[in-house]
Nanobody, 115 residues
Framework: QVTLVESGGGLVQPGESLRLSCAASNVRFAFYDARWYRQAPGKQRELVAHITPNYNTNYADSVKGRFTISRDNAKNTVDLQMNSLTPNDTAIYSC?????????WGQGTQVTVST
């Protein structure tokens, strides 16, 4: 059974940083595209960042220059480094991996940015 487990969420103040990590099990992770999504209360789910098996990346305009997605295929992990956080970044963050018709989600981790 494929599982994705996120970690690293929490409560921070504006301007601070957090690093989210997503660990995949029972999957040939290196073949998969990996993405981080977020969903704030009352809003639609938003794609935040994407990294391909070849390490190409792209980001939502709202996080460009502040967030960095990375992957470690040896450890089956995809991370999201989030800097200069603002209250608008408050959301549940979820990781997703997909390859062909195989699509898997983590359970999500809460990120709250508040004074």
């Amino acid at each position: 059974q494929v599982t994705l487990v996120e970690s690293g969420g929490g409560l921070v103040q504006p301007g601070e940083s957090l690093r989210l990590s997503c660990a995949a099990s029972n999957v040939r992770f290196a073949f998969y595209d990996a993405r981080w999504y977020r969903q704030a209360p009352g809003k639609q789910r938003e794609l935040v960042a994407h990294i391909t098996p070849n390490y190409n990346t792209n980001y939502a305009d709202s996080v460009k220059g502040r967030f960095t997605i990375s992957r470690d295929n040896a450890k089956n992990t995809v991370d999201l480094q989030m800097n200069s956080l603002t209250p608008n970044d408050t959301a549940i963050y979820s990781c997703n991996i997909n390859w062909v018709t195989n699509n898997y989600w983590g359970q999500g981790t809460q990120v709250t940015v508040s004074t």
